[in-house]
């Protein structure tokens, strides 16, 4: 009898909700990662999360904050929902009759007290991404490992299509640019679902696809792995958070209360994983509106003192779009 066959007699899959929270700070010009302490067996890092509790919890955000502040201490300032993930395939084996956990992932945002002695459980998100921080130049991984890889992979299928439906050579070539140009800042979930469909990361290796396997070795690391989809889910808030601080003014949830502009252009920069020119950014910065001199100077710089600035909440109601619109990489 098939496996298809035993699961409609066994009766439905049962399904959980589960919350799983990607919650970034910035701090010393690094976009960190809140982790929390693996448990058991598996030494990989993980997002804050647990299951969502219809009894406890009222709506799935209530859920999140109060999962987030009894794993870690932390108080989540701005959320927003990112996407449902619920690919069975990346977890099932034949015979599995463990509940399905359909993950609704969050992007939260959180300030580092000014001063803290002590982050635990943050990290560079660049620790799991090294591949997305051009702040140095273009990252050595790339001629190292990841395009001889990914040009091994379009080889053994020239013409085979992707699962996107660009073949494997266009989509490389849109996503990691190989002529030595920069990448688009904001496909960062796309970058991470190529090189995992190609079976470079470490979780193609642990979930059993098919182009990890046919290597007969386990791919050297890529970044640090997580555990389950996690990774999966952090991309894709790097890529929410690197679009909206363009039309929204969701940077200012990661600043102190005042600041200077070269403190500002550090963090954008940092959630970039770019370099932008000064004179540049303080003209958007400028054409923006959306900060305002507090009077005071700051000491801080190791020369000249600087102006301090903070955040104008006022342009959420003068303006459609208050964000700091740099542009991506040509």
């Known amino acids: 009898m098939s496996f298809e066959h035993l699961r409609a007699m066994e009766g439905p899959l049962p399904v959980g909700?589960?919350?799983t929270a990607a919650i970034v700070a910035a701090l010393e010009d690094e976009p960190l990662i809140l982790t929390v302490v693996a448990t058991g067996e598996d030494a990989r890092a993980a997002l804050p999360s647990g299951p969502f509790d219809p009894v406890r919890h009222r709506t799935f955000e209530i859920g999140l904050r109060a999962?987030?502040?009894e794993q870690t201490g932390v108080t989540l300032g701005y959320v927003e929902q990112l996407y449902t993930f619920g690919d069975r395939g990346r977890h099932a084996r034949a015979g599995d009759r463990d509940p399905h956990v359909v993950s609704v992932g969050y992007l939260a945002l959180t300030r580092i007290a000014e001063g803290a002695s002590e982050i635990r459980g943050f990290r560079s998100w660049y620790e799991f991404f090294p591949w997305e921080d051009w702040r140095g130049g273009r990252p050595e991984l790339m001629e190292k490992a990841i395009l001889p890889g990914l040009s091994a992979w379009v080889?053994?299928?020239p013409d085979a299509l992707s699962s996107s439906g660009l073949r494997r050579r266009d989509r490389v070539n849109l996503l990691f640019r190989p002529q030595g140009r920069g990448l688009d800042e904001e496909n960062a979930?796309?970058?991470?679902?190529?090189?995992?469909?190609?079976?470079?990361?470490?979780?193609?290796?642990?979930?059993?696809?098919?182009a990890a396997l046919r290597r007969g070795v386990k791919p050297p690391p890529l970044g640090a792995p997580m555990q389950h989809d996690h990774?999966?889910?952090?991309?894709?808030?790097?890529?929410?958070?690197?679009?909206?601080?363009?039309?929204?003014?969701?940077?200012?949830?990661?600043m102190p209360s005042a600041f200077?502009?070269?403190?500002?252009?550090?963090?954008?920069?940092?959630?970039?994983?770019r370099h932008l020119h000064k004179q540049n950014f303080r003209r958007l910065v400028e054409t923006s509106a959306a900060?305002?001199?507090?009077?005071?100077?700051s000491l801080k710089t190791g020369g000249r003192p600087a102006a301090l600035f903070h955040f104008r909440r006022n342009v959420l109601q003068e303006r459609p779009a208050p964000g700091l619109r740099v542009g991506i990489r040509g």
């Open 231 to 254: 990774r999966r889910i952090l991309a894709t808030a790097m890529g929410r958070l690197r679009a909206k601080m363009k039309y929204r003014p969701v940077i200012f949830e990661l």
């Open 260 to 273: 200077t502009l070269t403190e500002l252009q550090r963090t954008v920069e940092a959630i970039a994983g």
């Open 291 to 297: 900060v305002e001199p507090t009077g005071e100077m």
């Open 17 to 19: 909700i589960g919350l």
């Open 189 to 210: 979930l796309e970058r991470y679902e190529l090189l995992y469909e190609a079976g470079l990361v470490e979780e193609a290796w642990r979930d059993g696809r098919e």
């Open 155 to 157: 080889e053994e299928a």
């Open 67 to 69: 999962w987030v502040a």
